[in-house]
């Protein structure tokens, strides 16, 4: 009778040490599973991340870009097809997302106007007009100091910061009780300021909210 009993004993042990060992195998399974999704989990978080990034890399640089030709470089074009008129207007703004220059000017005899891709340098020309006789010193009086000009970049700085954030979409050069400046237009959410800048020195003339 005491043998049974000890057999019994013997056997119960054995039976319950295959149960604690499996429990642990399977414990061992279902945590090596779940490294392995936790793994997989922070590689494709990893990769959507860097994805993200590259995407929003690219459309800086594609930002960047939008304007590869400088308001000085326009400026030497016009003046390369109509070497003695001087600028009395210049605008700087897009067209389906392309953006290019207009450009007006005058001698003593016309008025000129041409449109200058601001990606390629592409000049477009309309036909010079004939001056009325009392327009004739249209160039003397309308004409802008584009000497020592602030580029676009620096007077789209100097706009944003004035408004406290936002982006630069276009810019006019013109020209007010002797003073010539830029006018830049700036986009900060639902909000549209124009800021206009002297031109030479950056200093804020005035601003204009449109809501």
């Known amino acids: 009778m005491k043998t049974k009993v000890i057999y019994c004993g013997l056997f119960s042990l054995f039976l319950l040490a295959g149960c604690q060992q499996t429990k642990s195998e399977n414990s061992s399974v279902s945590q090596t599973t779940a490294t392995t999704m936790t793994t997989k989990t922070s590689d494709t978080t990893s990769t959507g991340t860097s994805a993200k990034e590259s995407s929003q890399s690219s459309t800086g640089n594609e930002t960047n870009q939008v304007i590869k030709v400088s308001v000085t470089k326009a400026i030497e074009l016009f003046q390369n097809k109509y070497p003695d008129a001087a600028v009395t207007s210049l605008e700087l703004d897009s067209d389906w997302g392309s953006y290019f220059y207009k450009i007006e000017g005058a001698d003593v005899q016309n008025e000129y106007e041409v449109k200058i891709d601001a990606n390629t340098e592409n000049l477009e020309a309309q036909t010079p007009e004939k001056l009325d006789p009392e327009d004739s010193q249209k160039k003397e009086e309308d004409a802008l100091d584009t000497t020592n000009l602030l580029s676009t970049e620096e007077a789209a700085q100097k706009a944003v910061e004035k408004v406290g954030g936002g982006t630069a979409t276009d810019w006019d050069l013109d020209k007010d009780l ?23 020195t950056g200093e804020v003339l005035s601003t204009e909210t449109e809501d």
């Open 178 to 200: 002797g003073t010539t400046y830029w006018e830049v237009k700036v986009e900060n959410g639902k909000q549209t300021t124009k800021v206009k800048l002297n031109s030479q």
